[in-house]
């Protein structure tokens, strides 16, 4: 009988440890979704701190409250043993105390962790001046590079040239953030973005006006306002007629198949976007746009001589350029389907004042999801004078002089580029595209200059390359690529540089 009693009573002792281990279990749960939420505003973070130290404060309660009860069963526990005569199993005691210490231990490291997780955010925070929460980020990128011929920028190369190759080591292709989630206005939502990188004298941009200082380049910028389906922007970013772009690693300072079919130029813009259709599918999209654009490279008479920049074609013509878009976008922004039909138009005219042309373009652009792990991109385009967006084989326009009198040609332009893209799961994915710019070599014939090969005799470019991107974890990455550029000259054989890179980022 004294048997059966005291191993009936043993349930007790097994429900307060339960309630330990369970009051643990709420606590684990807790922490995660405190630390996922702690990337918020300052203020909801501090609430999000008060809530977290209640619970603590509750869930000790209930293990003090159960220890006392603990307590209370050895204490019947013993006098039973005593009244009964039946020696005392250490293996109970010794298993209920393993238990229960446990239980504070695992209580103890979680609040240590994190109050650990609570001074490093507090310690890792940037303020501004408006007191809004500040996102640091960015990405440190090594290339490698080995070009079987001379290139135009050896690091960054978009157009293949004559003479030998060259080998070497760039870090100048890093990016560096700042994010900023600003107040209400006018009932939207504000946020603006910067993007610097350090290749401002190797950039292969060549642009007048490009903004860039020293070795520090602004790269993009954006100030935005959302509404539920408005949208209205200030940027200086790619422009709304290409809004895709190739997948590389080792092309970051100018993107993968620049000068080749990718419209890729940074130029100031003001728009606003209207999704006028939305719905479980995607949503059709309007947006519109005023451009600013700089000079391609060969318009000499805009270079900037150091102290100066003088004012582009476009603002001589003292009208900004447009530029429009329609476009079914998918809820998945990133990877799901997206076409759109794209215009642009602007208005130039030359330092001389004697020479006024226009800049216009009509382009279709798309991503397709082809499988689960397959997807098509790109975009297409014809028009003239494009060398301001990233196209006309680096140029607008061409003249020449004779007997005094200038004579110029405004160049027609097409081109485009299609990527395929297969990812092998979260880590690993391979791409493969092709681009090519063409001008007519009959337009641009008759102008060419004495140098053989030289940009400004360029009539096509067409770039080939494929890479496989390894990503083992969300901050690391490294890359293999392949590319042959192949620029073909009015006045020269056709140039054709191979280019082995690799590539290593880590982001922040």
Same mark, same amino acid.
């Given at each position: 009988?004294?048997?059966? +009693?005291?191993?009936?009573?043993?349930?007790?002792?097994?429900? !307060?440890?339960?309630?330990?281990?369970?009051?643990?279990?709420?606590?684990?749960?807790?922490?995660?979704?405190?630390?996922?939420?702690?990337?918020?505003?300052?203020?909801?973070?501090?609430?999000?701190?008060?809530?977290?130290?209640?619970?603590?404060?509750?869930?000790?309660?209930?293990?003090?409250?159960?220890?006392? #009860?603990?307590? %209370?069963?050895?204490?019947?526990?013993?006098?039973?043993?005593?009244?009964?005569?039946?020696?005392?199993?250490?293996?109970?005691?010794?298993?209920?105390?393993?238990?229960?210490?446990?239980?504070?231990?695992?209580?103890?490291?979680?609040?240590?962790?994190?109050?650990?997780?609570?001074?490093?955010?507090?310690?890792?925070?940037?303020? !501004?001046?408006?007191?809004?929460?500040?996102?640091?980020?960015?990405?440190?990128?090594?290339?490698?590079?080995?070009?079987?011929?001379?290139?135009?920028?050896?690091?960054?190369?978009?157009?293949?040239?004559?003479?030998?190759?060259?080998?070497?080591?760039?870090?100048?292709?890093?990016? $560096?953030?700042?994010?900023?989630?600003?107040?209400?206005?006018?009932?939207?939502?504000?946020?603006?973005?910067?993007?610097?990188?350090?290749?401002?004298?190797?950039?292969?941009?060549?642009?007048?006006?490009?903004?860039?200082?020293?070795?520090?380049?602004?790269?993009?910028?954006?100030? &935005?306002?959302?509404?539920?389906?408005?949208?209205?922007?200030?940027?200086? &970013?790619?422009?709304?007629?290409?809004?895709?772009?190739?997948?590389?690693?080792?092309?970051?300072? $100018?993107?993968?198949?620049?000068?080749?079919?990718?419209?890729? !130029?940074?130029?100031?813009?003001?728009?606003?976007?209207?999704?006028?259709?939305?719905?479980?599918?995607?949503?059709?999209?309007?947006?519109?746009?005023?451009?600013?654009?700089?000079?391609?490279?060969?318009?000499?008479?805009?270079?900037?001589?150091?102290?100066?920049?003088?004012?582009?074609?476009?603002?001589?013509?003292?009208?900004?350029?447009?530029?429009?878009?329609?476009?079914? #976008?998918?809820?998945?922004?990133?990877?799901?389907?997206?076409?759109?039909?794209?215009?642009?138009?602007?208005?130039?005219?030359?330092?001389?004042?004697?020479?006024?042309?226009?800049?216009?373009?009509?382009? %279709?652009?798309?991503?397709?999801?082809?499988?689960?792990?397959?997807?098509?991109?790109?975009?297409?385009?014809?028009?003239?004078?494009?060398?301001?967006?990233?196209?006309?084989?680096?140029?607008?326009?061409?003249?020449?002089?004779?007997?005094?009198?200038?004579?110029?040609?405004?160049?027609?332009?097409?081109?485009?580029?299609?990527?395929?893209?297969?990812?092998?799961?979260?880590?690993?994915?391979?791409?493969?595209?092709?681009?090519?710019?063409?001008?007519?070599?009959?337009?641009?014939?008759?102008?060419?200059?004495?140098?053989?090969?030289?940009?400004?005799?360029?009539?096509?470019?067409?770039?080939?390359?494929?890479?496989?991107?390894?990503?083992?974890?969300?901050?690391?990455?490294?890359?293999?690529?392949? +590319?042959?550029?192949?620029?073909?000259?009015?006045?020269?054989?056709?140039?054709?540089?191979? %280019?082995?890179?690799?590539?290593?980022?880590?982001?922040?």
């Amino acid at each position: 009988m004294s048997d059966t +009693r005291y191993f009936a009573r043993i349930p007790r002792g097994s429900k !307060s440890t339960s309630r330990a281990v369970g009051a643990v279990a709420i606590l684990v749960l807790l922490v995660p979704l405190h630390a996922q939420q702690a990337a918020g505003d300052q203020a909801t973070l501090q609430n999000q701190i008060r809530t977290l130290s209640d619970e603590v404060s509750r869930v000790q309660a209930q293990l003090e409250h159960s220890q006392r #009860e603990l307590a %209370i069963l050895r204490r019947e526990l013993d006098s039973l043993r005593a009244s009964a005569g039946v020696s005392s199993p250490p293996e109970l005691d010794s298993t209920a105390a393993s238990d229960l210490a446990a239980a504070v231990a695992e209580i103890r490291e979680t609040q240590s962790m994190q109050s650990a997780q609570i001074a490093t955010l507090d310690q890792s925070k940037v303020e !501004s001046a408006s007191r809004y929460p500040i996102k640091l980020s960015g990405m440190m990128v090594v290339n490698g590079f080995v070009n079987t011929r001379r290139v135009d920028q050896a690091a960054t190369p978009s157009v293949a040239l004559s003479d030998s190759g060259s080998t070497g080591l760039s870090f100048r292709q890093t990016i $560096v953030g700042i994010d900023v989630n600003g107040p209400q206005f006018l009932g939207a939502q504000t946020h603006a973005d910067v993007r610097l990188d350090m290749s401002a004298s190797a950039s292969g941009s060549g642009y007048a006006g490009s903004h860039a200082v020293g070795l520090v380049r602004l790269r993009t910028a954006h100030v &935005d306002l959302t509404w539920a389906r408005t949208h209205a922007f200030f940027a200086l &970013d790619r422009p709304l007629i290409a809004p895709e772009t190739p997948t590389s690693l080792t092309a970051v300072a $100018v993107p993968a198949l620049a000068w080749s079919g990718n419209l890729w !130029s940074w130029n100031p813009q003001l728009g606003a976007a209207y999704d006028a259709i939305t719905g479980k599918a995607g949503t059709f999209r309007l947006q519109a746009a005023l451009i600013d654009s700089a000079d391609p490279p060969q318009l000499y008479a805009t270079t900037p001589n150091g102290t100066y920049t003088p004012p582009s074609t476009a603002e001589l013509s003292r009208w900004p350029g447009v530029e429009a878009r329609l476009a079914f #976008e998918s809820p998945r922004a990133s990877d799901g389907l997206s076409i759109g039909i794209d215009g642009h138009f602007a208005r130039h005219r030359n330092s001389s004042g004697f020479y006024s042309f226009s800049s216009w373009a009509g382009a %279709i652009d798309f991503r397709i999801p082809a499988s689960m792990h397959t997807q098509f991109s790109g975009s297409a385009y014809w028009g003239s004078a494009l060398g301001n967006l990233g196209g006309g084989a680096y140029k607008d326009y061409v003249v020449r002089v004779e007997d005094g009198e200038f004579y110029y040609q405004t160049l027609d332009d097409r081109g485009g580029w299609i990527q395929w893209k297969q990812k092998a799961g979260d880590r690993i994915e391979f791409n493969e595209a092709f681009g090519a710019d063409i001008v007519p070599a009959g337009q641009l014939r008759p102008y060419a200059t004495a140098v053989p090969v030289s940009e400004y005799n360029l009539a096509r470019n067409r770039t080939i390359t494929g890479n496989v991107i390894y990503s083992p974890s969300a901050y690391l990455l490294f890359s293999l690529e392949y +590319r042959r550029i192949m620029s073909s000259y009015v006045t020269a054989p056709t140039a054709v540089s191979d %280019i082995i890179g690799l590539g290593a980022g880590y982001r922040f």
